[in-house]
């Protein structure tokens, strides 16, 4: 069996793990060095351990990366990554190059359990919960993949510290999964990607995003975190989000305003929410007219996204002049809106496309 991914752990957990193996202090600040600043993906590779304690950590922790089982690129520059975990199962992962920064899509789980009627994530329901350690491992792919495209290092190495290899600069966690319904594991792997001796990736560059789980953003709101919130929610009125989203029965849209209003009080931060257009089912005149009213009394942000079409759901993705309308719409009504361009379409990125073709027909249930 394998043991858990050496991932998992925070930078401060190396240091009572080597004590309780006997081992002097300087050995956990060369385990997080070796795992943080070089992207080591074996212990054999840690050549600052000797080989025997190499083989000790080998037989409790795990730096096996999670392989690559398919890597599609989209002529502008969007690729997605479809890895293997342990035990089979696949989660995806895509990487954004956009403005000089490399922006990562995290999944939190295999699969999906809130069936969002247009997101591929849920067209076969939630398989299981992604550790901190193959969260983690998401971005370490990526790192890992990056160090192997960089320029080899000069032979001569230069004086003063070495360079910083390469490394995603933004997180977003839009991949497949509800970060909320995950929460543990999920804020265990943000905190280590975080973690000025883990990743170092600022909070603010780290942007969570929820369908709308109202305990999820009450905990959130209670842990004095600056990582960035976004919230799904696509309709204007309870009777079109139920229909697009069913977890609107469960906390519906007066639960879930009143608690992004508590949230933005306490936290001081701003939520952006996410509106997907869909032709003609909510991007009409009066559904951004009827968003204003919602979302009026409260400071935020709104992100259009026009629809990414997929198997399973019936929508269309409105024509550009009505994307357009739709944004001039909120940002006369002082809203603060961006109009999301869609990228790597050619690779299927949005949220579950790439596992949901590589699943045979008949595992994919029937919208
Ligand atoms: N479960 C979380 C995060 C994953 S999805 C959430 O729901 O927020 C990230 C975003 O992509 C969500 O806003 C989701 O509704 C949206 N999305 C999913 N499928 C899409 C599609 N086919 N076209 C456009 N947006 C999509």
């Keep these: 069996m394998t043991p858990p991914s050496a991932w998992g752990l925070t930078p401060a957990e190396w240091a009572p793990l080597c004590h309780s193996l006997g081992l002097p202090a300087y050995r956990a600040a060369q385990i997080v060095t070796a795992l943080y600043q070089n992207f080591a993906q074996s212990w054999q590779e840690v050549t600052t351990l000797p080989a025997d304690l190499r083989a000790r950590l080998a037989e409790r922790l795990t730096l096996a990366p999670l392989t690559t089982a398919a890597c599609d690129a989209s002529p502008d520059g969007v690729r997605k990554l479809l890895l293997a975990c342990h035990d089979g199962e696949r989660v995806e992962t895509v990487l954004i190059p956009s403005k000089g920064r490399l922006t990562q899509c995290l999944s939190t789980q295999v699969g999906c359990a809130f069936r969002c009627a247009f997101c591929a994530s849920g067209a076969a329901g939630r398989v299981r919960d992604l550790s901190a350690g193959e969260i983690v491992g998401q971005v370490m792919a990526a790192c890992q993949l990056l160090r192997a495209e960089a320029p080899p290092a000069p032979s001569a190495p230069r004086p003063g ?12 966690v839009m991949g497949m999964g509800e970060p ?36 999820g ?26 229909r697009l989203m069913p977890v609107n029965t469960r906390w519906p849209l007066a639960e879930l305003l009143a608690t992004c209003a508590d949230y933005t009080a306490r936290t001081k931060r701003l939520i952006t929410f996410e509106y997907t257009l869909v032709h003609e089912v909510n991007d009409r005149p009066h559904h951004a007219a009827e968003l204003v009213r919602l979302l009026r009394a409260l400071p935020c942000k709104v992100n ?26 909120l940002l006369k009504a002082k809203i603060a809106t961006t109009l999301r361009q869609s990228r790597g379409r050619d690779v299927d990125a949005a949220c579950g496309q790439l596992r949901l073709r590589q699943m045979p027909a008949a595992a994919v249930a029937p919208a």
């Design 217 to 242: 953003i009450r905990r959130l709101a209670e842990e004095g975190l600056q990582f960035e919130l976004s919230v799904s929610l696509h309709a204007p009125n309870d009777a079109l989000r139920t």
């Design 161 to 172: 510290p070495r360079p910083a290899l390469p490394r995603p600069g933004n997180l977003v």
């Design 180 to 215: 909320f319904d995950n929460y543990d594991e999920t804020l265990r792997a943000l905190r280590i990607l975080n973690d000025p001796k883990g990743l170092a990736i600022g909070a603010r560059h780290i942007t969570l995003s929820t369908c709308g789980v109202v305990p």
């Design 304 to 329: 259009l996204i026009p629809l990414s079409p997929t198997p399973g759901f019936a929508g269309r993705r409105p024509e550009d002049r009505v994307c357009l309308a739709f944004l001039d719409a």
